[in-house]
């Protein structure tokens, strides 16, 4: 099944 | 001041259509070049980017960039006492408190008039950086929400698997698994639209929620195709063009292999 990523980690702008 | 006219209203309840299930509420960018919006849904899995031109509107007007944050469970709600065929206009102040949409009948005999509050919604600051996809596949849209609907009747999570020689579809669960595989065919004699098409840098493989791809799939009405654009350990990207007007693009974090 594997787990959820989130889009955080990608495209969130910190 | 931000007027816009759209001849074609039937359009916006479709692209609202393609999105209420993802986000209930928005900020919709309003600058001089267009319309935009970015969101993510509340589990931050899946992010929506639309962009409406200017240039797609009979009339536009955008003195300077407005956010207008919308509830889009309300605005669908009043968009669809418009008619399909109803010209729409936008309108609000340079600090809107309300916005006003008016929806004028084809043979102009009626004529309706609704003001929205607008809402403060704090953005989380997100940046989408403009990626090139080592494998970018466009198929005909209706095909690929039937191949989504199917798989999902089956298991919850696709692999999805571009090569040149095509791109494969997998799920497993309870009862089975089932593998699509669709294979691009330029010779054919199908029409632009009703081909698929490849181009592949590196092949790539990544696992997706069919949840989401589903509720992407709302925006097939938008395009008579859609274009997957992947590239390893990357969001997938599932774009709508809209025809003179610009993109329903949605965005969605892969699931990694515990």
Same mark, same amino acid.
């Given at each position: 099944?594997?787990?959820?990523?989130?889009?955080?980690?990608?495209?969130?702008?910190? | 001041?931000?007027?816009? $006219?759209?001849?074609?209203?039937?359009l916006l309840?479709?692209?609202?259509?393609?999105?209420?299930?993802?986000?209930?509420?928005?900020?919709?960018?309003? /600058?001089?070049?267009?319309?935009?919006?970015?969101?993510?849904?509340?589990?931050?899995?899946?992010?929506?980017?639309?962009?409406?031109? /200017?240039?797609? &509107?009979?009339?536009?007007?955008?003195? $300077? #960039?407005?956010?207008?944050?919308?509830?889009?469970t309300n605005?669908?709600?009043?968009?669809?006492?418009?008619?399909?065929?109803?010209?729409?206009?936008?309108?609000?102040?340079?600090k809107p *408190?309300?916005?006003?949409?008016? &929806?004028?009948?084809?043979?102009? *005999?009626?004529?309706? *008039?609704?003001?929205?509050?607008?809402?403060?919604?704090?953005?989380?600051?997100?940046?989408?950086?403009?990626?090139?996809?080592?494998?970018?596949?466009?198929?005909?849209?209706?095909?690929?929400? $039937?191949?989504?609907?199917?798989?999902?009747?089956?298991?919850?999570?696709?692999?999805? /698997?571009?090569?040149?020689?095509?791109?494969? &579809?997998?799920?497993?669960?309870?009862?089975?698994?089932? #593998?699509?595989?669709? $294979?691009?065919?330029?010779?054919?004699?199908?029409?632009?639209?009703?081909?698929?098409?490849?181009?592949?840098?590196?092949?790539?493989?990544?696992?997706?929620?069919?949840?989401?791809? #589903?509720?992407?799939?709302?925006?097939?009405?938008?395009?008579?195709?859609?274009?997957?654009?992947?590239?390893?350990?990357?969001?997938?990207?599932?774009?709508?063009?809209?025809?003179?007007?610009?993109?329903?693009?949605?965005?969605?974090?892969?699931?990694?292999?515990?």
């Amino acid at each position: 099944e594997g787990s959820q990523e989130t889009l955080d980690f990608y495209f969130l702008d910190v | 001041m931000f007027e816009a $006219r759209l001849l074609q209203g039937g359009l916006l309840k479709k692209v609202l259509d393609s999105i209420k299930d993802i986000i209930t509420e928005g900020n919709f960018d309003c /600058s001089p070049n267009g319309l935009s919006l970015q969101a993510m849904d509340s589990s931050h899995v899946s992010l929506i980017d639309i962009l409406l031109e /200017s240039e797609g &509107f009979e009339h536009y007007r955008c003195d $300077r #960039n407005i956010p207008m944050g919308l509830n889009i469970t309300n605005l669908v709600k009043m968009i669809k006492c418009a008619g399909s065929e109803d010209i729409v206009t936008i309108k609000c102040e340079d600090k809107p *408190d309300n916005v006003t949409f008016l &929806f004028e009948s084809k043979d102009n *005999d009626k004529i309706s *008039d609704f003001e929205m509050k607008t809402m403060t919604i704090d953005d989380e600051h997100l940046l989408v950086p403009d990626q090139t996809y080592t494998a970018v596949v466009k198929m005909p849209s209706a095909e690929f929400q $039937r191949l989504c609907r199917d798989m999902a009747a089956i298991g919850d999570t696709v692999n999805i /698997s571009v090569t040149k020689e095509g791109v494969r &579809f997998s799920t497993t669960g309870d009862m089975g698994t089932a #593998n699509i595989t669709v $294979r691009p065919n330029p010779s054919g004699d199908q029409k632009e639209e009703e081909r698929t098409e490849v181009q592949i840098t590196e092949p790539v493989s990544a696992g997706f929620a069919l949840r989401y791809l #589903n509720s992407f799939t709302k925006a097939t009405p938008l395009s008579p195709t859609v274009t997957l654009g992947m590239v390893p350990n990357l969001p997938i990207v599932v774009e709508y063009k809209i025809a003179d007007m610009g993109h329903v693009r949605y965005y969605l974090a892969p699931k990694i292999e515990d």
